[in-house]
């Protein structure tokens, strides 16, 4: 009864709002469930308002209880992924920056030729939209985008890329706003190395992009026989960014008003009861509970027999029990360890007796312990886990510990530290206070922006005029170039007249004081 009330209400709303319905098209392409996630609420809330809501998606709601929706199944992708062992190459080393950058390359390629062999979405070019809201990372989807030719946002479930932050008109400076995918320490205040290291990714990812992609990109949307605007255009044209940011987790960034920041959990769920088992299971943990998890993408195959056991061991040293998420059974697992292929983590994480959250540092996990105020240990992997990681270090509500070098002596002593030393809970309190007080709801505020852009067709108002502008402009290299040249012609000129001035002056010294020739007399 009261969720037919509440959406009669919503749409009593959106009729008075004066936002017609509007035919909506999501591209999130990301074989990723922590990707796709965070969009659920928002596509269920749109469809409800009574716009024509239809996505791509990797993992599919197949809910047919909601009306105005459908989808497009991409979960091929998930299939491609692990044939080309996507998650195993970006865990490697950051050293071997060039070679993940061309195993990149070729992922976004093989995943645009994906996406235009797709049935389903070959039909979908047929059709006609208000609005695409399109997943703001692999550029594969922006020829697609621009085939539409209607307005489109950038979403993206953490930090966008330095492309799309480019492209909308905000900042992107390598010290202040280091890219998330860089492995390093104190975000806040980078070292010398790690300056240099920030500023030449910038450069060579920029080029990356605009000079060796997106010409390839191109090609592959003209032999699909898709005629798109150029690529960088279609990413400049973007009307607005959605970003899942947030100053608990990642630094401040200056941005413009049609950068919308949905980073305080648009994802969350309500409460449901927990399975008996796991209840139980918590209820029995008074000593504390540990949970362990490293997401949907980190499977045993990206462990080695060190870390495994290294876990095992530890776990069974500890005196606390510990629900350990994974997706294949570990050997010579303790008695005080429950293992599962899946669990119920929010809800798990409203448990009184969850003492410690173990995790690989995904941005929707943190959000969720630091909604429950669970202090942490980070294991990154790739990506932004490590920006994340080492900005929790910071805050001071978690220990890191290198995955490359674990050892069950090294887990144990930072399990014991988190949860024996208060410090770290009482900041994870503070934190979840933080992150609670907000003054419009994230999915409120993506909904309404949302249907801001199809009210207006755009927000060409709010677009940064620094978009269009060059790169000799933007950081008035002509200015710079004409005071230096200024400066130069002063310098020169004061020189010449101090030289004058000091040849005057030996002169008329030489006049005034200098030895005169003796007179000769004449006989």
Same mark, same amino acid.
Not at 193 to 198: A, F, K
Not at 234 to 262: D, E, W, Y
């Given at each position: 009864m009261l969720s037919t009330f509440v959406q009669k209400c919503v749409l009593v709303s959106t009729i008075l709002s004066g936002c017609h319905c509007a035919k909506i098209l999501g591209i999130i392409p990301t074989a990723s469930y922590s990707h796709q996630i965070t969009f659920h609420p928002l596509w269920r809330?749109?469809?409800?308002?009574?716009?024509?809501?239809?996505?791509?998606?990797?993992?599919?709601?197949?809910?047919?209880?909601?009306?105005?929706?459908?989808?497009?199944?991409?979960?091929?992708?998930?299939?491609?992924?692990?044939?080309? #062992?996507?998650?195993?190459?970006?865990?490697?080393?950051?050293?071997?920056?060039?070679?993940?950058?061309?195993?990149?390359? *070729?992922?976004?390629?093989?995943?645009? *030729?994906?996406?235009?062999?797709?049935?389903?979405?070959?039909?979908? =070019?047929?059709?006609?939209?208000?609005?695409?809201?399109?997943?703001?990372?692999?550029?594969?989807?922006?020829?697609?985008? %621009?085939?539409?030719?209607c307005p489109w946002i950038g979403v993206s479930s953490m930090e966008s890329g330095i492309q799309f932050n480019v492209a909308i008109g905000n900042p992107a400076h390598p010290v202040l706003n280091p890219d998330y995918n860089l492995p390093l320490g104190n975000l806040?205040?980078?070292?010398?190395?790690? $300056?240099?290291?920030?500023?030449? !990714?910038?450069?060579?990812?920029?080029? &990356?992009?605009?000079? !060796?992609?997106y010409p390839s990109l191109s090609?592959?949307?003209?032999?699909?026989? &898709?005629?798109?605007?150029? &690529?960088?255009?279609? +990413?400049?044209?973007?009307?607005?960014?959605?970003?899942?940011?947030?100053?608990?987790?990642?630094?401040?960034?200056?941005?413009?008003?049609?950068?919308?920041?949905?980073?305080?959990?648009?994802h969350f769920q309500q409460r449901k009861p927990l399975p008996k088992d796991l209840q139980t299971f918590l209820d029995e943990g008074e000593k504390g509970v540990i949970y362990f998890s490293l997401g949907s993408n980190i499977?045993?195959?990206?462990?080695? @027999?060190?870390? *495994? /056991?290294?876990?095992?061991?530890?776990?069974?040293?500890?005196?606390? /029990?510990?629900?350990?998420?994974? @997706?294949? #059974?570990?050997?010579?697992?303790?008695?005080?360890?429950?293992?599962? *292929?899946?669990?119920? #983590?929010?809800?798990?994480? $409203?448990? /009184?007796?969850?003492?410690?959250?173990?995790?690989?540092? %995904?941005? +929707?996990s943190l959000q969720e312990a630091v909604l429950n105020e669970i202090p942490l240990i980070g294991i990154p992997f790739f990506g932004d886990q490590f920006s994340n990681v080492n900005k929790m270090v910071k805050k001071g509500y978690g220990l890191k510990? @290198?995955?490359? =070098?674990? =050892?069950k002596n090294a887990l144990v002593t930072a399990i014991k530290e988190v949860i024996q030393d208060p410090k770290y809970t009482e900041t994870a309190q503070m934190m979840g206070k933080i992150f609670r007080d907000e003054e419009i709801p994230s999915l409120q505020r993506a909904v309404y922006w949302t249907e801001y852009v199809i009210r207006h067709k755009g927000a060409k108002h709010l677009r940064s005029p620094t978009v269009d502008m060059p790169a000799w402009k933007y950081y008035m290299l002509d200015v710079v170039g004409f005071l230096a040249?200024?400066?130069?012609?002063?310098?020169?000129?004061? !020189?010449?007249?101090?030289?004058?001035?000091?040849?005057?002056?030996?002169?008329?010294?030489?006049?005034?004081?200098g030895k005169r020739k003796p007179k000769i007399k004449k006989n």
């Open positions: 809330e749109l469809a409800m308002r009574g716009h024509q809501v239809t996505v791509v998606t990797t993992d599919p709601l197949r809910n047919t209880s909601i009306p105005n929706f459908r989808e497009v199944d991409l979960s091929e992708v998930h299939v491609y992924f692990k044939d080309v #062992q996507f998650y195993e190459t970006i865990s490697g080393d950051i050293k071997y920056f060039w070679n993940i950058a061309f195993f990149l390359r *070729k992922v976004t390629l093989d995943l645009t *030729k994906l996406l235009l062999e797709n049935s389903d979405i070959q039909k979908l =070019t047929n059709e006609t939209f208000d609005l695409v809201i399109g997943e703001a990372h692999f550029p594969s989807i922006l020829g697609l985008i %621009g085939h539409f030719r806040e205040d980078l070292n010398f190395l790690e $300056r240099i290291t920030s500023s030449v !990714y910038r450069i060579g990812f920029v080029f &990356l992009i605009d000079a !060796y992609l090609r592959v949307y003209e032999d699909a026989g &898709l005629n798109t605007p150029p &690529l960088i255009d279609i +990413q400049n044209n973007i009307s607005m960014l959605f970003v899942t940011t947030h100053p608990i987790f990642h630094n401040l960034r200056p941005v413009f008003p049609n950068t919308i920041s949905i980073g305080t959990g648009m499977n045993l195959n990206l462990l080695t @027999d060190n870390f *495994k /056991k290294a876990i095992v061991e530890a776990f069974a040293e500890v005196p606390y /029990k510990v629900l350990l998420k994974m @997706d294949g #059974q570990l050997n010579n697992v303790s008695k005080n360890v429950l293992v599962r *292929k899946w669990m119920p #983590q929010q809800d798990i994480f $409203r448990h /009184k007796n969850i003492k410690l959250f173990i995790t690989q540092g %995904g941005l +929707q510990i @290198d995955r490359t =070098t674990i =050892t040249f200024i400066s130069l012609l002063i310098i020169v000129i004061i !020189y010449l007249l101090i030289k004058v001035f000091i040849r005057l002056v030996i002169y008329i010294f030489a006049r005034l004081f």
